[in-house]
């Protein structure tokens, strides 16, 4: 570069510096007492040293999330050496523009690291997925940055962010054609939460200039201004609304010194609490009918519960209380191995970091139950030391429940016990219909002895393609079908043509069994209407029966869907097992029905998928069908099955259309459970199985010894 051109350079340069100054001093409070310095540098034109003194401010204010310093480093690297060479890695991939996100809680993971050659583009889609673009401008690998900077006082992290921060900024004006990308409303709510996060970290550096805070500061305030100038319908209902919002409420503790700190804060307490009353149903579940996005959503709100707590700020009721049913809601859908469901767009991930976090900040003891129980790494950096030994003094207390019904989103959790080693089972009854959701109606899962044995197929990616479409499928989930149909109608990655619903829901917990059933309405919709119902019925602690029914008038393909983690699966005497070295699950078709397997796959995670297997046990019959399906360990329960008769009152005996019945002998117990599936006459009420006359829709009968116990399901 010659004189010239270097004299130019530095002109504009210094000129857009001085804007930038202007522009956000422009926008201080000077009405507050501790900027009165500031002020009288400002109003002496020396906006120069007015910058120098609101870094000196910032670097002495007290921060909003970080709570540890360099004399919690030996505690930290002590009892968290795994987390901490992780963090160090990371961030020394960030260094080198190489990016790869794995944090637990990302919304969309990426298994292969991509690596930047020069300057990061922040507008990069590798292979076609523009959700990596979304990552990539998220920044939360910044907070790797900075807690490497704090593990060990090395600059050049804190050089990065500052180098990464700048060129970001410099190449992202707030313009139109940058709104499908990195302005993204959604990206702008969690940019704030981590830029601010970031900041912290390296406040006290060197190369953390009044320069740089001007420019910081000033985009800080812009993605206030953007996020603030609209609150559309679609973001009152939809977890994107609570996420920027969020954003804002960040933005609003962090710059108290701005003239619209008040507003911003108010604006987004009542937009927030516009969303929560909106978004998150009666049982505390979200709508969206995803734990995942109820978990960035439970996120968002534990973060505002936090800084309001910190900054002494009375939040609107239904703000508090909502989290905490959020929480609870995560407590009563975990799984023993502490992670949430794989329903909807979802991942496997742990909840116990989300759960000790509204513990103690709940101060709750149920929730405590449920989470670490000491604090993890991600937490010590958020609640220091003091805080951690206050969470450990809290004292665990087992839920007084163990199975629950969320009504609101039609979500059966059922469970033997509350151990690591206890059985459990989660069973779709409703579908709301939304782009995170699936064709995953009568769906079921079943976890048991530490591993998932029959899991939701998972999400994958959520770019256009036959792989959205394929872990969409119903067929990837533990559903029913009719001539290879699937139950709704495919349209593209976010909405279906056609979409099932069900109905009839019906539910029962008990000490000793839960039940639930509901119709899919799907099939109606052929020339030759099906119905479709499924009952299933759990005998705890490890005894599963499913009936099946299929309701029609001309000649079908019916099927039953059984979707598995592994090819660890084989057909076996027209049965299905799984081929572990012990705890095998026997899935026993109890009717003469054909089975096959396929390959298939299961993805834990976005962008991962493993090779799995799919069973299907189908049948081609007229008219009405029905299923009957034993599921057990044959290694835990000494079982033996058979189908008994079933008479009415006059001793005629009722085909499987009307009624059916099936005994299990469980070593001196023997459970009869009847079904009815279609009254043939109004007023015949009763009915007689193994001698016994019993009324009722669903009934359970318990003989021990010579003694009936009775048990009507439903009526």
Same mark, same amino acid.
């Given at each position: 570069?010659?004189?010239?051109?270097?004299?130019?350079?530095?002109?504009?340069?210094?000129?857009?510096?001085?804007?930038?100054?202007?522009?956000?001093?422009?926008?201080?409070?000077?009405?507050?007492?501790?900027?009165?310095?500031?002020?009288?540098?400002?109003?002496?034109?020396?906006?120069?040293?007015?910058?120098?003194?609101?870094?000196?401010?910032?670097?002495?204010?007290?921060?909003?999330?970080?709570?540890?310093?360099?004399?919690?480093?030996?505690?930290?690297?002590?009892?968290?050496?795994?987390?901490?060479?992780?963090?160090?890695?990371?961030?020394?991939?960030?260094?080198?523009?190489?990016?790869?996100?794995?944090?637990?809680?990302?919304?969309? +993971?990426?298994?292969?690291?991509?690596?930047?050659?020069?300057?990061?583009?922040?507008?990069?889609?590798?292979?076609?997925?523009?959700?990596?673009?979304?990552?990539?401008?998220?920044?939360?690998?910044?907070?790797?940055?900075?807690?490497? =900077?704090?593990? &060990?006082?090395?600059?050049?992290?804190? +050089?990065?962010?500052?180098?990464?921060?700048?060129?970001?900024?410099?190449?992202?004006?707030?313009?139109?054609?940058?709104?499908?990308?990195?302005?993204?409303?959604?990206?702008?709510?969690?940019?704030?939460?981590?830029?601010?996060?970031?900041?912290?970290?390296?406040?006290?550096?060197?190369?953390?200039?009044?320069?740089?805070?001007?420019?910081?500061?000033?985009? *800080?305030?812009?993605?206030?201004?953007?996020?603030?100038?609209?609150?559309?319908?679609?973001?009152?209902?939809?977890?994107?609304?609570?996420?920027?919002?969020?954003?804002?409420?960040?933005?609003?503790?962090?710059?108290?010194?701005?003239?619209?700190?008040?507003?911003?804060?108010?604006?987004?307490?009542?937009?927030?609490?516009?969303?929560?009353?909106?978004?998150?149903?009666?049982?505390?579940?979200?709508?969206?009918?995803?734990?995942?996005?109820?978990?960035?959503?439970?996120?968002?709100?534990?973060?505002?519960?936090?800084?309001?707590?910190?900054?002494?700020?009375?939040?609107?009721?239904?703000?508090?209380?909502?989290?905490?049913?959020?929480?609870?809601?995560?407590?009563?859908?975990?799984? /023993?191995?502490?992670?949430?469901?794989?329903?909807?767009?979802?991942?496997?991930?742990?909840?116990?970091?989300?759960?000790?976090?509204?513990?103690?900040?709940?101060?709750?003891?149920?929730?405590?139950?449920?989470?670490?129980?000491?604090?993890?790494?991600?937490?010590?950096?958020?609640?220091? +030391?003091?805080?951690?030994?206050?969470?450990?003094?809290?004292?665990?207390?087992?839920?007084?429940?163990?199975?629950?019904?969320?009504?609101?989103?039609?979500?059966?959790?059922?469970?033997?016990?509350?151990?690591?080693?206890?059985?459990?089972?989660?069973?779709?009854?409703?579908?709301?219909?939304?782009?995170?959701?699936?064709?995953?109606?009568?769906?079921?899962?079943?976890?048991?002895?530490?591993?998932?044995? *029959?899991?939701?197929?998972?999400?994958?990616?959520?770019?256009?393609?036959?792989?959205?479409?394929?872990?969409?499928?119903?067929?990837?989930?533990?559903?029913?079908?009719?001539?290879?149909?699937?139950?709704?109608? =495919?349209?593209?990655?976010?909405?279906?043509?056609?979409?099932?619903?069900?109905?009839?829901?019906?539910?029962?917990?008990?000490?000793?069994?839960?039940?639930?059933?509901?119709?899919? &309405?799907?099939?109606?919709?052929?020339?030759?209407?099906?119905?479709?119902?499924?009952?299933?019925?759990?005998?705890?602690?490890?005894?599963?029966?499913?009936?099946?029914?299929?309701?029609?008038?001309?000649?079908?393909?019916?099927?039953?869907?059984?979707?598995?983690?592994?090819?660890?699966?084989?057909? +076996?005497?027209?049965?299905?097992?799984?081929?572990?070295?012990?705890?095998?699950?026997?899935?026993? /078709?109890?009717?003469?029905?054909?089975?096959?397997?396929?390959?298939?796959?299961?993805?834990?995670?976005?962008?991962?998928?493993?090779?799995?297997?799919?069973?299907?046990?189908?049948?081609?019959?007229?008219?009405? &069908?029905?299923?009957?399906?034993?599921?057990?360990? /044959?290694?835990? &329960?000494?079982?033996? =099955?058979?189908?008994?008769?079933?008479?009415?009152?006059?001793?005629?005996?009722?085909?499987?259309?009307?009624?059916?019945?099936?005994?299990?002998?469980?070593?001196?117990?023997?459970?009869?459970?009847?079904?009815?599936?279609?009254?043939?006459?109004?007023?015949?009420?009763?009915?007689?199985?193994?001698?016994?006359?019993?009324?009722?829709?669903?009934?359970?009968?318990?003989?021990?010894?010579?003694?009936?116990?009775?048990?009507?399901?439903?009526?």
């Amino acid at each position: 570069m010659n004189k010239f051109k270097l004299f130019f350079f530095l002109i504009i340069f210094n000129n857009t510096i001085i804007a930038q100054s202007a522009a956000i001093i422009d926008q201080l409070n000077f009405n507050l007492p501790q900027l009165e310095s500031v002020k009288k540098n400002h109003n002496s034109g020396n906006d120069k040293n007015a910058l120098r003194l609101l870094l000196g401010l910032y670097r002495q204010k007290e921060n909003l999330y970080l709570k540890v310093s360099k004399s919690d480093l030996e505690y930290i690297k002590s009892n968290y050496p795994d987390e901490v060479d992780k963090t160090l890695k990371n961030a020394n991939k960030v260094l080198n523009h190489n990016f790869l996100f794995r944090d637990e809680w990302d919304l969309e +993971k990426s298994t292969i690291p991509y690596q930047f050659t020069g300057a990061i583009d922040w507008k990069t889609i590798p292979d076609g997925d523009i959700e990596w673009c979304y990552m990539l401008n998220r920044h939360k690998f910044w907070v790797d940055l900075g807690k490497a =900077y704090l593990l &060990t006082a090395d600059e050049k992290y804190a +050089k990065e962010f500052v180098n990464q921060a700048t060129h970001w900024i410099d190449n992202n004006p707030l313009e139109d054609a940058l709104k499908k990308y990195s302005w993204r409303r959604i990206e702008a709510g969690i940019r704030c939460e981590n830029w601010i996060k970031s900041f912290e970290y390296f406040k006290n550096s060197k190369y953390i200039t009044p320069e740089f805070l001007s420019k910081f500061l000033n985009s *800080l305030y812009q993605h206030a201004q953007y996020i603030n100038n609209s609150f559309s319908n679609f973001s009152k209902t939809s977890n994107w609304g609570v996420i920027e919002f969020q954003g804002l409420f960040n933005v609003s503790q962090f710059l108290t010194e701005f003239k619209e700190n008040k507003k911003w804060e108010t604006d987004a307490l009542n937009n927030l609490s516009t969303c929560i009353q909106l978004q998150i149903l009666e049982d505390g579940t979200h709508w969206e009918q995803s734990p995942m996005y109820h978990n960035e959503v439970f996120h968002c709100f534990m973060n505002v519960n936090l800084l309001a707590q910190r900054n002494h700020i009375v939040l609107p009721e239904i703000v508090v209380q909502k989290t905490k049913q959020m929480a609870l809601a995560n407590v009563q859908w975990q799984k /023993p191995n502490y992670h949430e469901p794989l329903l909807g767009d979802s991942d496997d991930n742990d909840l116990r970091s989300f759960l000790t976090l509204s513990s103690f900040l709940f101060n709750d003891s149920i929730l405590k139950s449920r989470a670490f129980k000491t604090v993890d790494y991600e937490n010590f950096f958020i609640m220091g +030391k003091e805080n951690s030994i206050i969470y450990e003094n809290l004292a665990g207390q087992q839920p007084d429940f163990l199975s629950t019904y969320q009504q609101s989103s039609g979500d059966f959790y059922m469970r033997s016990s509350w151990k690591e080693n206890s059985t459990y089972t989660g069973f779709h009854l409703k579908k709301l219909g939304c782009g995170h959701g699936h064709d995953n109606l009568l769906h079921f899962t079943l976890f048991a002895n530490g591993k998932d044995y *029959l899991v939701d197929g998972g999400r994958y990616t959520y770019v256009e393609n036959r792989w959205r479409e394929f872990f969409k499928n119903n067929k990837s989930h533990n559903t029913l079908g009719v001539d290879d149909l699937t139950n709704s109608i =495919y349209s593209d990655s976010w909405s279906n043509s056609f979409e099932a619903r069900s109905q009839g829901i019906f539910t029962k917990i008990e000490s000793s069994f839960d039940y639930a059933e509901a119709e899919n &309405t799907a099939y109606k919709r052929l020339i030759d209407p099906v119905s479709i119902k499924r009952r299933l019925l759990f005998i705890k602690p490890n005894i599963w029966v499913l009936f099946d029914s299929f309701s029609a008038n001309g000649e079908h393909k019916f099927s039953q869907y059984f979707n598995f983690p592994n090819d660890s699966i084989q057909i +076996k005497s027209g049965t299905l097992t799984t081929t572990y070295a012990k705890n095998n699950l026997i899935i026993q /078709p109890v009717k003469k029905a054909e089975i096959k397997l396929t390959d298939s796959w299961w993805s834990p995670e976005y962008n991962s998928k493993i090779e799995s297997k799919r069973a299907e046990v189908f049948s081609a019959a007229k008219g009405f &069908t029905s299923f009957i399906t034993l599921l057990y360990f /044959p290694d835990e &329960t000494n079982l033996k =099955y058979e189908k008994t008769p079933v008479y009415n009152r006059s001793n005629k005996l009722l085909s499987d259309e009307v009624a059916e019945a099936l005994n299990i002998v469980v070593d001196d117990k023997m459970y009869t459970i009847f079904v009815l599936h279609n009254s043939p006459v109004p007023a015949d009420h009763f009915f007689i199985v193994n001698d016994q006359i019993i009324s009722g829709e669903i009934v359970l009968i318990e003989k021990n010894k010579d003694q009936n116990t009775i048990k009507i399901i439903k009526d």
